[in-house]
């Protein structure tokens, strides 16, 4: 039961991400509140880490864990919240956030070669085809009018 409570309240949060970047715009600078919302959100991991005495990466494998938060939260978040706060629809950029996991699957292999198995790939391919489901009425509607 625990398991299912968290997924949806993950579930809820990722996916009203970019709609709070469009309400916090005339209160607070998007970067800034990113800043505040994962700083908060790494003192609360830490501390269950620590809780959990997990083991900490060490060596190369920090060096991917900090790659990969500073990707993730200062390229795709940060640009995204800006992109939102500057006009952009928040569902586009939430359609385009859901390639991101694609992407970096790609870009894994080149970079560290890392390699997705057929099970991941598969789940990589259904995330775009759900993708292309959504977006297929609008492009189907913006063809019709060009």
Do not use: C
Not at 11 to 30: E, H
Not at 56 to 72: E, V
Request: aromatic share 10%; charged share 10%; proline share 4%.
């Amino acid at each position: 039961m625990l398991v299912v409570f968290n997924a949806v309240v993950f579930v809820v949060l990722w996916s009203t991400g970019f709609v709070v970047a469009r309400a916090i715009k005339p209160y607070a600078d998007p970067n800034l509140f990113l800043l505040a919302r994962f700083g908060g959100t790494a003192l609360l991991f830490m501390t269950a880490a620590l809780f959990a005495r997990v083991e900490w990466p060490r060596g190369r494998a920090l060096g991917k864990h900090l790659l990969a938060g500073a990707l993730l939260q200062g390229v795709y978040l940060g640009a995204g919240y800006w992109a939102v706060a500057q006009g952009m629809s928040a569902g586009i950029m939430a359609l385009l956030g859901a390639l991101q996991p694609l992407l970096t699957a790609a870009v894994a292999a080149p970079l560290f070669g890392e390699r997705l198995s057929g099970r991941g790939w598969t789940g990589m391919l259904l995330g775009l085809a759900g993708v292309a489901l959504v977006l297929e009425p609008k492009l189907a509607a913006a063809t019709a009018s060009v």
